[in-house]
């Protein structure tokens, strides 16, 4: 049953969405040289890791909703240029790290990855195979756009080491794709599928809900589609319609777009269909094969989230992100780049660092962190184990989140979150409300210290 109309009224609240804790519009003005203090430190930090992110933020063309830092262009001297500043920024980098670890992820994000050529890739992917080596388990991911895609071009990746490959898909409805200003892909997506597991390396599908001319109907038939596909992973994020931060976002205005109760039908359709057919939920919108590392982690309890979304346990690494806006992500710290390419390419040409902003976590944060995290991923919060993750008592653990005490109260009288005798879990309905329920123990919401979010449904 999805939850009553009362509820996603009362809960239809702009909060964050907790990628990172304190959200990424808390950062202040930061310097290239704190950044190297703290990335020379990471060498020591827990996980171990090294997690690699790298931002191409280039598109061929706008899409309507897009709410990522991307822009227009395919022009090969310009992305040649970046790419340039990008390996200069790895080159830099590299020699601050401790090159006995290893690296257990590269992500590469955007934007459009698949806009690269395949020389463009090898050449990253050497710069950091020759200083480390890799896990066992370690992933070598590229979001695509399907449309970009040929059966040589994935071929070519996996022959590099890519082991996933995640497609944009959004909806199989070429009509609501037309509304939004996507293109279509050439290959259709199931002969894709094949080809990627073909060669043994793993499928994402990534949809959103919320898009102009969706309908519950309409999604549930894109929702079927995806299982008869049976990709390893599936995500169903949620559309944030703000026109006033992004500008693009105005084209679709005027088209009709689904209320906040009919997103979370969708969302509980996606829910209740993909968990139907074997997938199990990572946290709300992410759904894996049981057989897949992050089904395991969630069995295992061991499920967490950095700005590369959910990861496992052997995954989990300190981040370090190259390319504009990119944001490095350390125990204790975050970095972030300039968001516009030229900004980046200028900053990097002149000093070897393009960091902008970024925020040097306290040990309360962190604990916040670790409770937000928590909640998110393993929907539950267990006092002890907060506690000895931030090296605290538990008496003062709970003191500290005291301030919580009667949202707490309202999201248990609300059959939300239920007591337990180690701290609290979510409830099945709960589970729709985990931003909610993450928002009740973030001090910052009851502070005064607002920033502007997306809502939270
Ligand atoms: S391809 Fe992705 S990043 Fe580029 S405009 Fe479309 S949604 Fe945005």
């Known amino acids: 049953m999805t939850p009553s109309d009362a509820l996603i009224h009362k809960y239809n609240q702009q909060i964050p969405r907790y990628t990172s804790y304190p959200p990424a519009n808390f950062f202040i003005p930061q310097s290239g040289e704190t950044l190297r203090e703290r990335l020379m430190l990471s060498n020591t930090s827990k996980p171990n890791n090294i997690s690699i992110y790298i931002h191409i933020p280039f598109c061929s063309q706008q ?6 830092n991307s822009s227009v262009c395919s022009q090969t001297d310009i992305i040649d240029t970046y790419l340039q500043s990008v390996l200069q920024e790895i080159a830099s980098i590299i020699p601050l790290l401790d090159s006995s670890r290893k690296i257990s992820q590269i992500h590469f994000g955007g934007g459009t990855p698949s806009l690269l050529k395949i020389e463009h890739i090898e050449t990253l992917l050497n710069l950091f195979s020759k200083t480390f080596s890799y896990t066992d388990s370690a992933e070598i991911a590229m ?10 071009y994935i071929s070519d990746l996996i022959k590099l080491g890519i082991t996933r490959i995640s497609m944009g898909i959004q909806d199989f409805d070429h009509t609501i794709l037309q509304a939004v200003h996507r293109k279509p892909p050439h290959i259709p997506i199931h002969e894709l599928r094949k080809h990627i597991q073909s060669l043994g390396a793993q499928v994402n599908f990534d949809f959103m809900y919320g898009l102009p001319y969706q309908t519950l109907d309409s999604f549930k038939e894109t929702i079927l ?5 049976r990709p390893d992973r599936l995500v169903t994020f949620s559309y944030a319609h703000l026109p006033s931060m992004k500008k693009h976002q105005q084209k679709i205005d005027d088209l009709p777009m689904a209320t906040g109760k009919e997103k979370i039908q969708m969302l509980y359709e996606a829910y209740h269909s993909f968990t139907q057919a074997g997938y199990t939920a990572i946290g709300l919108d992410h759904f894996a094969l049981p057989e897949d590392s992050l089904a395991q982690a969630v069995d295992k309890g061991t499920l967490h ?5 959910y990861c496992s346990a052997e995954q989990t690494g300190q981040v370090y992100a190259f390319g504009a806006s990119a944001i490095t992500q350390l125990a204790d710290s975050f970095f972030q780049n300039t968001r516009n390419f030229n900004d980046y390419i200028s900053a990097i040409q ?6 902008e902003s970024g925020y040097i976590v306290t040990q309360e944060e962190q604990l916040v962190s670790s409770l937000i995290e928590s909640i998110l991923c393993n929907k539950i919060i267990d006092w002890e184990y907060i506690a000895h993750k931030n090296n605290r008592d538990l008496t003062s653990t709970k003191a500290f989140f005291s301030f919580a005490h009667n949202s707490v109260s309202d999201l248990i009288s609300d059959n939300l979150l239920a007591e337990t005798n180690k701290g609290y879990r979510v409830y099945e309905q709960g589970k729709f409300f985990l931003r909610n329920i993450a928002a009740a123990f973030d001090p910052n919401m009851y502070s005064g210290k607002t920033k502007k979010f997306s809502s939270s449904l």
């Open 225 to 229: 589609q995806a299982i008869a596909n």
């Open 63 to 68: 899409c309507w909703y897009c709410g990522c």
């Open 305 to 309: 989230r950095n700005f590369q979304g």
């Open 350 to 355: 002149k000093n070897n660092s393009a960091v």
């Open 143 to 152: 979001e695509c756009n399907p449309a970009d895609l040929s059966f040589t």
